[in-house]
């Protein structure tokens, strides 16, 4: 075998890290990456990271994940490099001189090979999915194959949990009988985030055809490329089950050489089970023998080298993937991602870190905690357990396990006394009023061994009070692997751990480093006497992942760590907070993170609400609510209502404003390359983006395909909790007649032949606009004939706003209310002095019947849509609403200098819109009163209120002194 002494490579890859997100980040915002880069990425980069796009979705890329992504694409489609060696001549060559230049000439370097170093818990995933989708699309659309993109991935998971873990990421999470559903995985789930509309069925329709298990490489016949997902057993050709013992320990492995096979499923030997041992390795040569290849390494600190003797010696499933990567070269691609790649050399002050050369970019913890990605880490400092001279292992007779030390149960009922507090305060404050909470803290035990995790067990149920289904044990072996038969039982049970009270605490070895993506781990303890950097890196991360992530608590988290991280102050609550119980062996790691702020330190561990909530309330319905209750109505159309044919008509369409002689000398001839842009149409019921997939049509007739698909799919998004509400059915066909007699007779002012020579192709052009100009149209005709409907005809929800029984706010900003549904109303922390002094004021009023605060993360049905000033669609809840005699009013407060932003007049129009279309329901279906919108400034509300003025007085006034705005449908398509 093979060896060499590994070089070192200390920081030197962070440095390159560094210098290329430098340069990523500056072609970014000049808009020279997305010059260089296929309509494909053009499309996929701009529908991610716009804030045009990321503005309208709850959930976006953070910096870290979009960092990633760029700089993939750049290196790979920008630059085009070829391997690790041509990545530094391309961005940093004078790194060069630092680092082990034969061993960058080694074959596991010598293809396309890229690093990924993010923080755990930060959304590897994500980052791998939009890979993925950004490597298939290019493969399916480029004209010519250009070796760098793929349909054919394998997907290589460090062990069961993780495997698990993509599965349902891929697939969706295994329901009792096996079987997934596909709603649940995370490309459908959060669909308007990784895939443009246009593209929508595409990927839907690779994923759910091409997905292969692991016992499927090979055997399972796939269309359109291939995702495969395994874990490294397959590529070691190793099963998947305890390490091997001495033959002295287990005579059964000489038997198993020595004697025939014994039949029965028993003795593990059914058909399907000789056939996987006939078989094994033909995955390999079925992968080797794929023309190209995107690999991504899930956790890859696992997957390059170990040391033996003072060498580093590559692992079997690295070699098999050599084996894999050979005939395919610059067509194989192989990305890998970890919290921790790198290896370490040394001991004690010593110690080294060596980053893998690939490394490329470098989202780190501290970054990831002061952005509020995961919990911020508190080492639970005791002094009890500093000044104690204790021993912190487990007691030993020999080489058996006969009890743990005192050091270890002070550790334990270290952690859980903070459990206990942090359990009770939690669940107080988000019980519903069946008691049911989905914040149930839990306790993870990382142990030394699996002879350990029973006495650990043992201790607390006996010494604690713990009961059996407190505690959930995971065995595994000194790798950290479980065996198939274990995990099948275990999998469910710890998947759903953040929505059960049961269990509490999680005890185990190794087993739980990766993978084990769970909210609610908020005390760790550390028992495992180790000194690896790697595993405790990675035992932290476990506790990393975000457990508040609602709206209403970011603002006290944001808070929290400004007083932690930048003031150094304790914290005002224990919400997203990590607490470690430290363990001595590991004071030299914690330091680091210590000194450089990463972790802070807690002497003083909280004891009542106060410490651990801060100032977060639970806010109820008063005793009378039904007298201050308001309804938001909701005009609903009937679910069969169609367009009728003769209703459409081109002739109120508008020509385009450029001559067609003009458009025809900018067609490029034949054999000259199209360069589109994504152009973004806006309607008043929908936004869609026209993306490469139109501007690749081959014919007329697809072009008019797929316009009809962009037009009829849009629909307007109607809240958070996707609500689905009654559709205007569009025929397609009336609709592809009316893009085609328009496109014919009217566009360009004078009769139009697409089907004589390239005429078709004037429509492409992109910085004409065309495509956008005939969307609108279309769009503003179903729009007109869509207003038209007479409201009186239409069924209208009512949803009450008490229907929200129960609010969370910050006590130190909130008011004690008499004339509203709630005991309690809040206002903003930040700049909120406006909106105080109105509530203030107007609870004061006897003359108001009842107002509420409209708060958008709970009364979420109550927007309007309106179209922003870039006319992409939005939703838009006013501060609000109010109600004096026959009136109610929707009231939005505004500083002076906001008043003629252009956005805020947007709204405007939005809403003398809503509240007119109310206005035209029956009496008892807005509350039989008139309805009406006031924007009022603070200038305004102060000099009236002070002077004597009324509520109603100052409503009236603010409604009167600004002109209604008589909107056409023109506005809305600024």
């Known amino acids: 075998m093979a060896r060499k002494t590994l070089g070192g490579t200390g920081n030197i890859p962070l440095q390159f890290a560094g210098n290329l997100t430098a340069i990523v980040n500056e072609a970014w915002e000049d808009g020279s990456l997305i010059e260089k880069v296929s309509p494909v990425t053009q499309d996929l980069l701009r529908y991610w990271f716009n804030d045009a796009f990321c503005d309208i979705r709850n959930f976006n890329f953070h910096s870290g994940q979009k960092q990633a992504i760029l700089n993939t694409v750049y290196l790979h489609e920008v630059l085009k490099v070829k391997d690790v060696m041509d990545m530094y001549m391309s961005i940093s060559p004078e790194l060069l001189q630092e680092m082990d230049l034969e061993d960058l000439e080694t074959e596991k370097y ?79 789930k959060f669909e308007k985030l990784f895939i443009p509309s246009a593209y929508k069925d595409t990927i839907f329709g690779f994923i759910q055809s091409n997905v292969v298990k692991k016992e499927e490489i090979g055997k399972k016949v796939t269309g359109d490329g291939m995702i495969a997902i395994t874990n490294w057993h397959l590529l070691a050709g190793e099963d998947e089950k305890t390490e091997k013992l001495s033959p002295i320990e287990d005579p059964t492995s000489v038997m198993d050489d020595v004697l025939p ?31 190209n290849m995107v690999v991504f390494n899930d956790e890859a600190h696992h997957i390059h080298q170990f040391k033996k003797g003072g060498e580093f010696l590559e692992v079997q499933w690295q070699k098999s993937l050599l084996k894999i990567s050979e005939p395919k070269k610059d067509r194989f691609v ?102 049911f909470s989905n914040k149930h803290p839990k306790m993870m035990i990382i142990c030394e061994d699996t002879k ?24 595994s072996n000194r790798k950290g692997d479980i065996t198939e038969k274990e995990w099948a039982e275990t999998k469910q049970k710890l998947f759903n751990i953040d929505k059960k009270d049961t269990p509490r605490v999680i005890v185990s070895v190794l087993m739980l480093r990766e993978g084990f993506d769970v909210n609610n781990i908020c005390v760790v303890v550390p028992l495992r006497s180790t000194t690896s950097p790697i595993l405790l890196e990675q035992t932290i991360g476990r506790g990393l992942r975000l457990m508040w992530r609602e709206p209403e608590f970011q603002e006290s988290k944001t808070e929290n760590r400004i007083r932690l991280m930048e003031k150094k102050e304790k914290p005002l609550n224990y919400l997203d907070i990590l607490s470690i119980v430290e363990h001595p062996a590991f004071i030299e790691f914690y330091e680091k993170y210590v000194d450089d702020g990463s972790v802070i330190v807690d002497p003083n561990p909280p004891k009542d609400r106060q410490s651990i909530l801060g100032d977060i309330i639970k806010v109820g319905l008063r005793e009378d609510y039904e007298k201050y209750d308001f309804y938001w109505p909701i005009i609903v159309r009937d679910r069969e ?27 490029p001839k034949g054999g000259d390359v199209f360069y589109s842009e994504e152009v973004t149409v806006r309607t008043r019921f929908g936004e869609y983006s026209v993306t490469a997939d139109i501007f690749n049509a081959s014919s007329y007739n697809e072009f008019i395909s797929k316009l009809v698909n962009g037009i009829s799919s849009m629909l307007v998004p109607v809240g958070r909790k996707d609500k689905v509400f009654p559709r205007l059915q569009v025929n397609n066909a009336e609709i592809a007649g009316l893009v085609d007699d328009y496109i014919r007779h009217k566009l360009f002012n004078e009769e139009f032949d697409p089907m004589r020579g390239d005429n078709w192709r004037i429509l492409f052009l992109s910085e004409s606009k065309i495509i956008a100009h005939i969307m609108k149209n279309v769009s503003k005709a179903i729009y007109e004939m869509q207003n038209s409907v007479d409201v009186s005809e239409a069924e209208v929800l009512k949803t009450y706003f008490s229907e929200v029984s129960e609010i969370k706010m910050r006590e130190n900003y909130s ?59 939005a939703h838009y809840y006013p501060d609000f609403i109010a109600r004096i005699e026959g009136d109610v009013y929707l009231v939005e407060t505004k500083a002076e200098k906001d008043l003629n932003n252009p956005n805020v007049q947007q709204k405007r129009r939005a809403t003398i819109d809503f509240v007119d279309k109310i206005n035209d329901l029956r009496p008892e279906d807005r509350m039989y009163s008139f309805w009406n919108y006031v924007l009022i400034g603070e200038n305004t509300f102060y000099e009236m209120s002070e002077n004597g003025a009324s509520t109603r007085e100052i409503l009236e006034y603010a409604k009167l002194s600004k002109a209604k705005v008589e909107g056409t449908l023109e506005d809305y398509f600024i």
């Open 110 to 188: 010598k293809h396309p090979k890229y690093a990924v170093k993010m923080a755990t818990g930060t959304g590897k995933t994500w980052v791998m999915n939009a890979i993925l989708i950004w490597q298939y699309l290019n493969a399916k659309y480029e004209d010519q194959p250009s070796g760098r993109f793929s349909k054919n991935f394998l997907i290589v998971a460090p062990g069961l949990i993780v495997y698990e873990r993509l599965l349902d990421a891929f697939l969706g999470k295994e329901q009792v009988d096996g079987t997934r559903n596909f709603e649940e995985s995370d490309f459908k």
């Open 334 to 435: 192989q990305i890998d991602f970890s919290a921790t790649p790198y290896n370490v050399t040394g001991s004690g002050p010593k110690r080294v870190q060596h980053f893998f050369p690939h490394v490329m970019v470098n989202f780190d913890l501290k970054t990831a905690i002061r952005q509020g990605l995961v919990k911020t880490i508190a080492l639970d400092r005791r002094k009890e357990v500093a000044t104690m001279k204790l021993d912190f292992k487990a007691l030993r007779d020999g080489k058996d396990v006969v009890g743990l030390s005192d050091g270890q149960k002070i550790m334990l009922r270290a952690g859980l006394q903070k459990l206990n507090i942090l359990e009770k305060e939690f669940v107080e404050l988000t019980a519903d009023k069946d008691g």
């Open 641 to 667: 209502e169609n367009l009728a044919p003769a209703d459409l008509s081109f002739d109120d369409m508008e020509p385009f404003s450029v001559p067609l002689e003009t458009l025809s000398k900018l067609v």
């Open 815 to 873: 008011l004690d209310v008499s004339k509203t549904i709630y005991e309690k109303l809040a206002y903003p922390s930040n700049k909120g002095g406006f909106e105080k002094a109105f509530i203030e004021f107007v609870d004061n009023d006897s003359s108001v019947d009842s107002y509420l605060k409209i708060n958008e993360n709970y009364h979420d049905f109550a927007h309007i849509t309106y179209i922003r000033e870039d006319g992409l669609l």
């Open 452 to 475: 350990v995790a029973p006495f650990v067990t043992d201790f607390l149920i006996k010494s604690e009070g713990l009961s059996e289904e407190d505690i959930l044990e995971i065995h």
């Open 261 to 291: 096979i014994a039949p029965g499923k028993t003795a593990g030997n059914a058909l399907d089970s000789l056939d996987n041992r006939y078989l094994r390795g033909m995955e390999i040569e079925y992968l080797k023998n794929l023309p």
